[in-house]
Structure formats: C-alpha cells, structure tokens
C-alpha cells in the first residue's frame, strides 16, 4: 500500500513540475511565469518530497524531506515577491491583457528612467477590454 502512495505521489509530483515549466516557457509576461514556476514548481517539488518519505520509510528521510518542503514553502514565495517587485521597478512589460495593475503609481516617485532626465518609465496599460479604461 505504501508503494501504490509513494508512486501516486512521485507521479502527481512529476506532473506538477512539468506543468511548472510549461508555464515558464508558454505564459506571456515574466510575472506569470514566476507564479507557474513558484505555485506549481513547490507543489510538484513537495509531491516528490512525499513520495520519497514514503517509499523509503525512515524516520530520517521523513524529517529531511520535511525540513526540506518547509524550506521550501517560506523561500520560494518571499524570493518570487522580490523579483516581481524588482521586475517591475525596472519596469518590465506586462502583459496588454492584465486587467488591473495594484502597483500602478506606486514606484513612480523619485524613479529615473535614466539617471538624467528625470522622467518615470511609461507603465502599460492595465486596462482590459471591459474595464472602461479606469
């Protein structure tokens, strides 16, 4: 029984990952990406973590994966959140179909495009299709 647990979870795990890298390759704007490769990716990695747990069954490679999946858990979103922050400081494109944009304005004051002028970065639109431009 534990064999058929490890291997569902060793598949489902597997799955997970690749879905992740799907994301990272076919999503259209880096802050996608990084949310494919940090949901997905942790999920598929803490799959994997369990099936190895299982199928082993030491107290001591429990406790590793365990330690390792919480590691885990409090790095992979606090790192993605500072990239995407740093990401979009430096003003990187977002995708002309995002609909709202809880930044806009935000990193605009005090911010030079480059080191002269003085001028803040044009931010894209966040606007979609039904939101009446505002």
Do not use: C, Q
Not at 15 to 33: N, T
Not at 40 to 65: H, P, Y
Not at 98 to 104: G, K, Q, V
């Amino acid at each position: 029984m534990s064999d058929l647990i490890a291997a569902l979870a060793l598949w489902t795990g597997a799955f997970f990952l690749i879905v992740s890298g799907l994301g990272a390759v076919r999503f259209p704007d880096l802050f996608m990406r990084m949310h494919a490769g940090t949901k997905a990716g942790t999920l598929g990695a803490g799959l994997i973590l369990l099936g190895a747990a299982v199928e082993f069954g030491s107290v001591g490679v429990a406790t590793k994966a365990s330690l390792t999946f919480a590691f885990l858990l409090l790095t992979a979103p606090v790192a993605a959140h500072v990239l995407g922050r740093a990401a979009y400081y430096d003003g990187t494109e977002i995708w002309e179909r995002t609909r709202s944009d809880a930044l806009r304005g935000k990193y605009d004051h005090g911010w030079r495009s480059d080191g002269d002028d003085g001028a803040s970065p044009p931010r894209p639109s966040a606007a979609g299709p039904n939101d009446g431009g505002g």
